[in-house]
């Protein structure tokens, strides 16, 4: 059975590669293709990949049904490549997330599984108590990744400062990671001043000890001006990874962090090989990396995305590209094939 890019454990005890020497070549990528997804909705993205005792389990953004834009959909895989019919994980069930629940974010602490996801109620009935109609961060639980999850009763991050009608996005996109018995939860915000592009907005962490009560790092201040980011930890060079790509762009980007504060600033010429054959004007969006359930990996790994397979809105099916890092000192595709933990 072919399993996904990850190293050896004997890399484990690697020292941390200083950010300040980190070279243009430190990701190397290589596109692979659309994934197969029986009974594929009109779009797919927003994915979160979880590798467990040899199956990989997929939370993803697809199209809601009866009113909600969106629900979160769950789908199995043995090899990475050919997943099963995918069933609906999470969908629309208070008044915090009544058009949508999205960008789902799932990682294993404590031994449950805690699954962040964007929360709207933009214009549904009942109105959230708060009477706030924004994006926010929700929280489901489950004992197992295929579930049931159970919906927190509260919303667990949000921006009230925010406004709640207009055209700002606020706060969303959750991603989550697993370290030293601490979740570091990454999110976007952007506010009505965050204009400078490309992908306008910002992105904070906050720390939680029980995955529910959060605490800001950073003084509350952003850790990197963009948006729409998926983060995950190497243990080959104990730094933070992160995949950037947001809905009008065709470019997926990359950067690292050796304690999730300080980052590489937004560099276009740090991007990953994506979908050859995209149309011309398509987009490549909302990508995850490939983890363990604790949201790490070991030197190599998958970035999932939505990529464009028609010219318009929401035409997009997920695609995947392999990433090594530090391919000088941590490739490990000759020891045995497309497998490097396992």
């Known amino acids: ?30 596109p692979i293709g659309f994934i197969n997804l029986n009974s594929a909705p009109p779009y797919e993205y927003g994915a979160t990949v ?43 069930r208070n008044s915090y997330d009544a058009n949508s629940v999205c960008d789902p974010s799932v990682v294993q602490f404590h ?12 214009n549904g009935n009942p109105a959230p108590p708060d009477g706030y109609r924004n994006n926010r961060i929700c ?30 996005y606020c706060v969303g996109q ?13 999110y976007t915000n952007v506010l009505p001043t965050d204009t400078i592009g490309p ?9 939680s000890r029980d995955g529910v009560n959060f605490s800001p790092l950073n003084g509350g201040r952003p850790v990197l001006s963009q948006r729409d980011v998926d983060v995950k930890y190497d243990r080959a060079t104990n730094l933070f990874v992160l995949a950037q790509g947001d809905v009008g762009s065709d470019v997926i980007t990359w950067s690292v962090s050796s304690d999730g504060v300080e980052w590489l600033p937004y560099n276009v010429s740090h991007s990953i090989a994506t979908n050859p054959s995209l149309p011309r004007g398509g987009d490549n969006n ?37 990433i090594i890092l530090n391919a000088t000192q941590n490739d490990c595709s000759r020891c045995v094939e497309n497998s490097c933990d396992y």
């Open 1 to 30: 059975m072919m399993q996904f890019f990850f190293l050896v454990a004997l890399l484990a005890a690697v020292t941390a590669v200083p950010v300040d020497f980190i070279p243009d070549g430190f990701v190397q990528s290589s």
């Open 50 to 92: 979880s590798l467990v005792d040899g199956v990989y389990h997929m939370w993803y953004c697809s199209p809601g049904s009866g009113g909600p834009w969106d629900f979160i959909r769950y789908t199995t895989s043995n090899d990475g490549t050919n997943w099963a019919d995918p069933s609906i994980a999470l969908s629309s």
């Open 111 to 122: 031994g449950v599984w805690f699954l962040y996801h964007t929360c709207i109620n933009q």
């Open 139 to 168: 929280l489901a639980t489950a004992d197992a990744p295929q579930g049931p999850f159970r919906l927190a009763t509260l919303p667990i991050i949000q921006d009230l400062t925010c406004p709640s009608a207009g055209p700002a």
């Open 174 to 186: 959750p991603s989550a990671v697993a370290i030293n018995d601490t979740v570091y939860l990454f």
């Open 199 to 207: 992908n306008n907005g910002q992105i904070y962490v906050q720390t």
């Open 286 to 322: 909302n990508p995850g990396l490939l983890g363990l359930p604790d949201g790490t990996f070991s030197g190599m790994t998958s970035v999932l995305y939505g990529s464009s397979y028609a010219i318009g809105w929401g035409d997009w099916h997920l695609y995947r590209t392999n």
